[in-house]
């Protein structure tokens, strides 16, 4: 992928306008990737679509693909890490695939979208309906996609939403990436609806940093130090996610659930280390 391409992308934000698709440059007729962008509208928000197409020839089937929640903040960094490991997947495991990035460009924090579309005390399952009826369809409709190999990533309370979508949803994704997921939003719930999910297709990973449930050294000098480390140790970040791949690999089985505690990462830097391991995940084949 040619870097200043990427750049554009994101950063050209005067050229969006709702359900606008960008055309292919002359470029993309030379074998390079190919980009797309679309504004939808849910809920009174809009919510640009960043698509990446990779370059030549599709598998027969059609290429896999990865989407990604809160876009704004890794649609980049997955894009550079696809474009590096899919050249030698002998050698990652990285094959190339679609990236479609789902993003709030000038998101306003106090209005708490991601609460209301991710949580399970808001609208997941009307955001839920958006994502599968009106993100997935012109992607798919306009790219060779196979939809049986979709993959979702989000992270934080969108990790929570990734497997709040295999409970519920789980005919759309066929993998599922949970960066941190803040599954103490409501973890009862989730376990209770994570047990109905059919065996035999899902494969899923979730990653947790080493510091998610105490300080790292570097933070230890916070004044608000004290407090930071009672409400990491009262959400039990790194303990949740452990339970939640121990109760997914004994209903879905060893082989198909992935728990990997990432050194020296936080709850914030931990999407740069956890991204390549989910591009791993969206190349796996089907079983």
């Known amino acids: 992928m040619r870097h200043i391409d990427a750049i554009r992308l994101i950063e050209n934000r005067s050229q969006y306008q709702p359900i606008m698709s960008q055309q292919p440059s002359p470029a993309d007729a030379r074998g390079a990737n190919r980009n797309r962008r679309f504004v939808l509208s849910h809920s009174g928000d809009d919510y640009r679509v960043d698509v990446l197409v990779p370059a030549g020839e599709p598998p027969a089937a059609g290429w896999p693909a990865m989407v990604m929640l809160d876009a704004e903040g890794c649609f980049m960094t997955a894009a550079e890490a696809l474009a590096r490991m899919s050249r030698r997947p002998d050698a990652t495991s990285v094959q190339p695939m679609v990236l479609i990035g789902l993003s709030t460009p000038g998101r306003d924090p106090l209005l708490r979208r991601r609460e209301r579309d991710f949580g399970p005390r808001g609208a997941a399952s009307p955001f839920a309906d958006f994502v599968e009826r009106e993100v997935i369809p012109p992607v798919v409709d306009g790219t060779p996609v196979d939809r049986r190999r979709l993959t979702l990533c989000g992270h934080s309370l969108g990790g929570y939403f990734a497997l709040w979508m295999l409970a519920h949803r789980p005919h ?13 939003w409501s973890p009862d719930e989730l376990r ?3 047990m109905g999910i059919p ?3 899902h494969r899923v990973l979730i990653c947790t940093g080493e510091w998610e449930e105490d300080l790292p050294p570097w933070q230890a ?14 959400r039990r970040m790194v303990a949740r996610a452990r339970e939640i791949g121990d109760l997914l690999a004994g209903h879905l089985g060893d082989d198909a659930v992935l728990f990997r505690l990432l050194a020296e990462e936080d709850h914030a830097s931990i999407l740069s280390a956890a991204v390549p391991r989910a591009l791993r995940l969206a190349s796996s084949p089907l079983e």
């Not at 759309?172 to 103490?184: D, G, H, K, N």
């Not at 000098?221 to 009262?234: E, F, K, S, T």
């Open 172 to 184: 759309l994704f066929a993998r599922i990436a949970a960066i941190s997921p803040s599954i103490w």
């Open 192 to 194: 209770g609806a994570l």
């Open 199 to 201: 065996q035999g297709r």
């Open 221 to 234: 000098a916070r004044p608000d130090h004290a407090a930071v480390r009672a409400r990491r140790a009262d």
